[in-house]
């Protein structure tokens, strides 16, 4: 087989869901001893406009590299594929959600190139590959797209949760203790809902005096000072990855509130980690977390009912962390894998 390419434009700076998705596929290749190389442009960090030069790059350079090195497959991971295709090539692209056609955190550049780039995927990709499906159904409802085109491939668990040092003195960094802290790792956008997570934690803060909240993640279109001043809530920014595993083991509730999501990844982070899971109940996390999550409305009123009620509840607590201990096993590498090299061999 000659090489696979694969497109790593960005979806790594810094570490998103993307990011650790591309991870998952190269690890996969790897294990499987498939020939395979990284394409990237690399821009300076404050360029503006990258969508633009990411794609007359592909359309030009990438392109023309692709007619004269002639790879089997091309793996765009990151919505985004080339306008012009060689016809001897297939092109697998990945499409994480279609959070653009919701509009609750883009500017109407962004969509308007978000929706470029699905459509154009649409009309050429030989594989559209999503992440769920749910996100699966979307596509077909919206875009009237055949279902024969539609694979999923789901997610893992990183490396770093595998090969994981659970070195308890990184919580002394973080000045939290063993189960007295709730958790939840995102970038601070809307759809993330974290402005109603901490509206539900501080409603309930002064029944748990020693209980801090754990915001990890960068602050996105978020803005700190407005979001909240309160001592017991801690923003970490981003962390190393050795560091997160830990923070996951040792939380007493990990809360996931969002608006939307494609897949979810923190869910199955922590069911890995033995940590009882608080979801939002939209129907991908419903998909991903199976019993495995205590599941609440997206306002902050029922975030703090359902917090409290596990805060409360050990018993509730050790029966999620079972339900998620069997649940996060469809999602081994060695299932995700097959999805994979199912669609690499077809």
């Given amino acids: 087989m000659k090489p696979i390419y694969i497109d790593i434009s960005f979806v790594f700076k810094p570490m998103t869901g993307i990011g650790a998705y591309v991870l998952t596929i190269i690890n996969i290749l790897k294990k499987s001893n498939i020939n395979f190389s990284f394409e990237e442009l690399v821009l300076p960090a404050k360029t ?91 596509l077909i409802e919206k875009f009237n797209i055949s279902p024969d085109r539609i694979k999923v491939v789901y997610n893992s668990i990183g490396e770093h949760f595998i090969n994981a040092n659970l070195n308890p003195e990184i919580l002394n960094k973080y000045n939290i203790q063993k189960d007295k802290y709730i ?28 209980l ?21 809530i801690i923003f970490t920014g981003y962390i190393k990855d050795e560091e997160i595993p830990v923070l ?26 033995n940590c009882p899971l608080l979801c939002s109940d939209i129907p991908v996390f419903r998909e991903v977390a199976g019993k495995g999550a205590e599941f609440c409305k997206t306002d902050y009123q029922s975030i703090a009912e359902k917090m409290e009620y596990l805060i409360n509840n050990p018993t509730r607590r ?29």
């Fill in 183 to 210: 958790l939840s790792v995102a970038t601070l956008n809307k759809r993330k809902n974290i402005p109603e997570l901490i509206k539900a934690f501080e409603s309930i803060s002064d029944k748990y005096p020693e």
């Fill in 212 to 232: 801090k909240l754990v915001l990890v993640g960068g602050m996105g279109n978020e803005n700190r000072e407005k979001l909240t001043k309160h001592p017991n």
């Fill in 248 to 273: 996951y083991k040792n939380a007493l509730i990990y809360v996931f509130p969002s608006l939307y999501e494609g897949f979810g990844t923190p869910i199955i982070e922590a069911q890995y980690s």
């Fill in 318 to 346: 050790n029966e999620l962390i079972n339900f998620g201990d069997n649940n996060v096993k469809r999602f081994s590498i060695e299932n995700v894998a097959k999805q994979l090299l199912g669609i690499l061999e077809s």
């Fill in 48 to 138: 503006k406009f990258k969508f633009i030069y990411h794609f007359l790059w592909f359309n030009t350079l990438f392109f023309i590299k692709s007619l004269f090195c002639k790879p089997d497959v091309i793996i765009c991971p990151s919505f985004i594929m080339p306008y012009f295709t060689r016809k001897k090539t297939k092109y697998v692209t990945v499409i994480h959600d279609l959070c653009h056609l919701r509009g609750e955190e883009m500017t109407k550049y962004s969509r308007s190139i978000f929706g470029l780039s699905v459509n154009i995927v649409i009309k050429k990709a030989d594989t559209i590959v999503t992440v769920s499906d749910t996100i699966k159904q979307e």
